[in-house]
């Protein structure tokens, strides 16, 4: 039976982070650590359970994309051909902070190309998907792997960053454009992390302006959006040059295809000293106050993309997410267009207490279940959570409706006429 879409985008996420680490002898798999390889169909059963129709989920591209042209479609035709059958829409994560084997890392110059082609090969195999994070938060990919040296190439300098990051958000832009050929209609929601850096002296102010004005250098770049000056000279200074920096303002029309979505964790926020090292400062502004300041940049609507913190203590995770949400309806009610929330992820996590640097073992109880496939105290809360507001929300602002098709509306080359008439009803009111 075909589903109305939802007006509000309650989402989980199923963790498919692969970056390579220890030189790139050792990939961390994270499906692979949380036991989703073997209980997916469970772990999509456990979506439904939660009253959610929306996953942020992705094939694991390591494993799927194993060369130029070449791919094993199986694990993915089974995962999707069951979300399909659910009626779950997937929020398509085709590469997280990993590459495959042949490409190497995001040093290397034809990573655009290739996961470009890679996305457009997924979209024709699976042309009813409309939902797509090419790469999931660009600049943290970016960062961890190529200025902190934790992952994948494993460098550190300016000019390593500054390389991976224009091939990273050049594969997500080359790739919306790719997904768009075939689904003119595909709705891009950037998961990118929301940060801010506050200056622990009036030494370390300066150090802090830069790191503030970096934070948005990859969202400036795929949204085509002019840089600051001072960040102007410092990619130039790194290795971009102005024929590369032309192309990202070339495709600011890929914007309006976009949902500006962001993450935020106690970790997000930065103190800095002033020799520019930094350390978590945890919660200081929060999640509205930094949500303001993107989405005063960019003027996209926005989405809570990931949130969620390791339940320590007894409820630690439950006051979390109630804390987040009073976010999101604090921003929503300021007239910003909220229109999604996503508690990320759905099952317990592995080593994320040393961004995967660390190969311990360690579960980091973040889940909404824990590895055994129990619901924790927060899964339970957000279960109530969507169930009181899934039907409130519409009625209490006014804001835009993501136009979704879902699974069971898709019909080959087109939609029904049926559907297009829900659609304008709703929007009627």
Same mark, same amino acid.
């Given at each position: 039976?075909?589903?109305?879409?939802?007006?509000?985008?309650?989402?989980?996420?199923?963790?498919?982070?692969?970056?390579?680490?220890?030189?790139?002898?050792?990939?961390?798999?994270?499906?692979?650590?949380?036991?989703?390889?073997?209980?997916?169909?469970?772990?999509?059963?456990?979506?439904?359970?939660?009253?959610?129709?929306?996953?942020?989920?992705?094939?694991?591209?390591?494993?799927?994309?194993?060369?130029?042209?070449?791919?094993?479609?199986?694990?993915?035709?089974?995962?999707?051909?069951?979300?399909?059958?659910?009626?779950?829409?997937?929020?398509?994560?085709?590469?997280?902070?990993?590459?495959?084997?042949?490409?190497?890392?995001?040093?290397?110059?034809?990573?655009?190309?290739?996961?470009?082609?890679?996305?457009?090969?997924?979209?024709?195999?699976?042309?009813?998907?409309?939902?797509?994070?090419?790469?999931?938060?660009?600049?943290?990919?970016?960062?961890?792997?190529?200025? *902190?040296? +934790?992952? &994948? /190439?494993? @460098?550190?300098?300016?000019?390593?960053?500054?390389? #991976?990051?224009?091939? %990273?958000? =050049?594969?997500?832009?080359?790739?919306?454009?790719?997904?768009?050929?075939?689904?003119?209609?595909?709705?891009?929601?950037?998961?990118?992390?929301?940060?801010?850096?506050?200056?622990?002296?009036?030494?370390?102010?300066?150090?802090?302006?830069?790191?503030?004005?970096?934070?948005?250098?990859?969202?400036?770049?795929?949204?085509?959006?002019?840089?600051?000056?001072?960040?102007?000279?410092?990619?130039?200074?790194?290795?971009?040059?102005?024929?590369?920096?032309?192309?990202?303002?070339?495709?600011?029309?890929?914007?309006?295809?976009?949902?500006?979505?962001?993450? *935020?964790? +106690?970790? &997000? /926020?930065? @103190?800095?000293?002033?020799?520019?090292?930094?350390? #978590?400062?945890?919660? %200081?502004? =929060?999640?509205?106050?930094?949500?303001?300041?993107?989405?005063?940049?960019?003027?996209?609507?926005?989405?809570?993309?990931?949130?969620?913190?390791?339940?320590?203590?007894?409820?630690?995770?439950?006051?979390?997410?109630?804390?987040?949400?009073?976010?999101?309806?604090?921003?929503?009610?300021?007239?910003?267009?909220?229109?999604?929330?996503?508690?990320?992820?759905?099952?317990?996590?592995?080593?994320?207490?040393?961004?995967?640097?660390?190969?311990?073992?360690?579960?980091?109880?973040?889940?909404?279940?824990?590895?055994?496939?129990?619901?924790?105290?927060?899964?339970?809360?957000?279960?109530?959570?969507?169930?009181?507001?899934?039907?409130?929300?519409?009625?209490?602002?006014?804001?835009?409706?993501?136009?979704?098709?879902?699974?069971?509306?898709?019909?080959?080359?087109?939609?029904?006429?049926?559907?297009?008439?829900?659609?304008?009803?709703?929007?009627?009111?």
């Amino acid at each position: 039976m075909r589903q109305d879409p939802p007006a509000f985008l309650f989402a989980t996420g199923i963790e498919n982070s692969n970056p390579r680490i220890k030189g790139g002898t050792l990939r961390v798999d994270e499906m692979a650590r949380c036991g989703h390889y073997e209980r997916w169909r469970e772990d999509f059963a456990l979506v439904q359970e939660l009253g959610l129709r929306f996953l942020r989920y992705g094939p694991p591209i390591h494993t799927t994309l194993l060369g130029a042209g070449r791919h094993d479609w199986d694990f993915a035709d089974q995962t999707f051909g069951e979300l399909q059958r659910r009626d779950i829409v997937p929020i398509v994560d085709l590469c997280h902070f990993g590459v495959p084997d042949f490409i190497g890392d995001f040093q290397n110059p034809d990573f655009p190309r290739l996961f470009a082609d890679y996305a457009g090969a997924f979209a024709r195999r699976f042309p009813w998907v409309q939902l797509y994070t090419p790469v999931n938060e660009m600049y943290i990919c970016a960062l961890f792997s190529a200025r *902190y040296g +934790w992952w &994948n /190439e494993q @460098l550190a300098t300016d000019r390593s960053f500054v390389t #991976a990051l224009k091939h %990273v958000v =050049g594969g997500n832009l080359l790739a919306m454009r790719e997904i768009l050929k075939v689904r003119p209609d595909a709705i891009f929601i950037q998961s990118e992390s929301t940060e801010y850096f506050h200056a622990q002296s009036p030494a370390a102010i300066g150090p802090a302006e830069i790191r503030n004005q970096e934070r948005f250098l990859s969202l400036d770049l795929n949204y085509g959006r002019r840089v600051d000056s001072g960040m102007y000279e410092y990619l130039m200074d790194s290795g971009m040059t102005r024929e590369e920096y032309h192309f990202f303002l070339a495709h600011s029309p890929l914007k309006r295809h976009c949902i500006m979505g962001n993450d *935020y964790y +106690w970790t &997000n /926020e930065h @103190l800095v000293h002033e020799d520019g090292h930094t350390r #978590a400062s945890g919660e %200081v502004f =929060g999640y509205a106050v930094l949500t303001r300041q993107y989405h005063d940049r960019y003027g996209l609507p926005v989405m809570h993309t990931e949130t969620n913190i390791r339940d320590d203590n007894e409820g630690d995770a439950e006051r979390w997410l109630w804390k987040q949400w009073a976010n999101v309806l604090r921003v929503r009610n300021d007239g910003v267009p909220v229109i999604g929330f996503t508690w990320y992820s759905l099952t317990d996590q592995v080593d994320w207490d040393t961004a995967l640097r660390e190969d311990n073992g360690h579960v980091d109880k973040v889940g909404l279940y824990d590895l055994e496939r129990r619901i924790r105290p927060v899964g339970r809360a957000y279960q109530r959570l969507v169930a009181q507001w899934r039907e409130v929300l519409p009625a209490q602002s006014l804001c835009l409706q993501v136009p979704v098709v879902m699974p069971s509306a898709y019909e080959g080359e087109g939609l029904p006429e049926a559907y297009w008439a829900r659609q304008a009803s709703m929007r009627r009111g």
